[in-house]
């Protein structure tokens, strides 16, 4: 379904009253923060994160960095050793992103953390963003509001460039100040880990060897079990995941709606997990866009570990 072209305004309160709205009826908006521009949507509606996706026309799903108004709201998501704290005391509001231990059933949808158990968190200065989460009352999931493999967006000109009708509307705030993204660190029990670097320098962290490449650290989910792809029905001791007229034991979406099913994917991939049969098999999921997207999942997931390519960034 094609959008209207997408809307730009200048950032006040209106704009930010109309990107609230839309935001809570489950559409990605672009905003800027102080390091780039991020299309931003409910990160506790895991359908309005798959429309993230959408947009970006990303190849694969990576976990994204989750927004919060402070400290506070960060803690009730992630679980912060005292390392993790006083580094967020000294840089926040501010480009610095802290990987961290999700805490146990939040309102965090999986598809943001691509079913990984750690969360990425960030206080971000820049009003526009923090008008956002005021007005919305929600955690913002927000990558870099450009298309997939496109450089990121440090002007509403660029996102505009680059998602033109793929999105209902920019907040243009001018020119960011840091025109680079965060700097990524991960405090996940053991030394703090430099994942990215960016505008913050963090002496504690170690950086092994060269960074690691962002996305590709031990960062993919994988069920336990052996996959099958393409399955049109179960063989003995398969849990089916079912899609469109595949029934399956669950279904990614029976209607075959491919936001409803990227939605659902790390949730009923950690279901079949649990399940008590000792196989996953998957239906087949044709079509380009979201559908290559979790068909590159399903891939990794049925992948010995060791045969894997880094991961992309987007
Ligand atoms: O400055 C920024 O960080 C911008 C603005 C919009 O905040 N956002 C941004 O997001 O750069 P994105 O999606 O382009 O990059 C997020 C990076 C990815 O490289 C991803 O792999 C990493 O964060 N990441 C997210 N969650 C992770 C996790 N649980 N473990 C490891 N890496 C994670
Ligand atoms: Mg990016």
């Given at each position: 379904m094609a959008l209207p072209d997408t809307r730009v305004l200048p950032f006040d309160e209106a704009a930010v009253a109309e990107a609230a709205r839309l935001v809570l009826a489950g559409h990605p908006v672009a905003v800027p923060t102080e390091t780039v521009y991020g299309l931003a949507a409910?990160?506790?509606?895991a359908e309005a994160v798959a429309r993230i996706y959408k947009a970006k026309g990303r190849p694969s799903f990576n976990p994204l960095i989750v927004h919060v108004p402070d400290l506070a709201a960060a803690e009730r998501i992630g679980d912060f050793s005292d390392e993790a704290r006083t580094l967020a005391l000294e840089h926040w509001p501010g480009p610095l992103t802290l990987v961290v231990p999700l805490r146990e059933n939040g309102p965090i949808a999986s598809l943001v953390t691509a079913g990984l158990a750690t969360i990425a968190l960030r206080v971000p200065a820049h009003p526009a963003m923090q008008a956002l989460l005021a007005a919305t009352g929600k955690p913002l999931a927000a990558p870099?509001?450009?298309?997939?493999g496109r450089i990121s967006p440090t002007r509403a000109a660029h996102v505009l460039a680059s998602l033109n009708g793929r999105i209902p509307l920019i907040i243009d705030g001018g020119a960011t100040d840091r025109g680079i993204e965060s700097t990524i660190v991960a405090a996940t029990g053991g030394p703090l880990r430099l994942l990215r670097r960016g505008p913050i320098e963090v002496d504690?962290?170690?950086?092994?060897?060269?960074?690691?490449?962002?996305?590709?650290?031990?960062s993919h989910y994988a069920p336990s079990k052996p996959l099958r792809l393409d399955a049109t029905e179960a063989r003995a001791d398969e849990y089916l995941v079912g899609f469109g007229k595949v029934a399956?034991?669950?279904?990614?979406?029976d209607g075959g709606d491919l936001v409803q099913a990227a939605a659902n994917l790390f949730d009923l991939l950690h279901q079949a997990d649990e399940a008590p049969q000792a196989r996953i098999a998957v239906a087949p999921i044709p079509g380009d866009g979201l559908a290559a997207a979790i068909r590159d999942r399903l891939r990794r997931a049925a992948a010995p570990r060791s045969s894997l390519a880094p991961g992309s960034s987007s």
């Open positions: 409910d990160a506790t509606n870099s509001a450009n298309r997939s504690a962290a170690e950086s092994p060897g060269a960074v690691e490449a962002p996305g590709m650290l031990a399956g034991d669950a279904t990614l979406s």
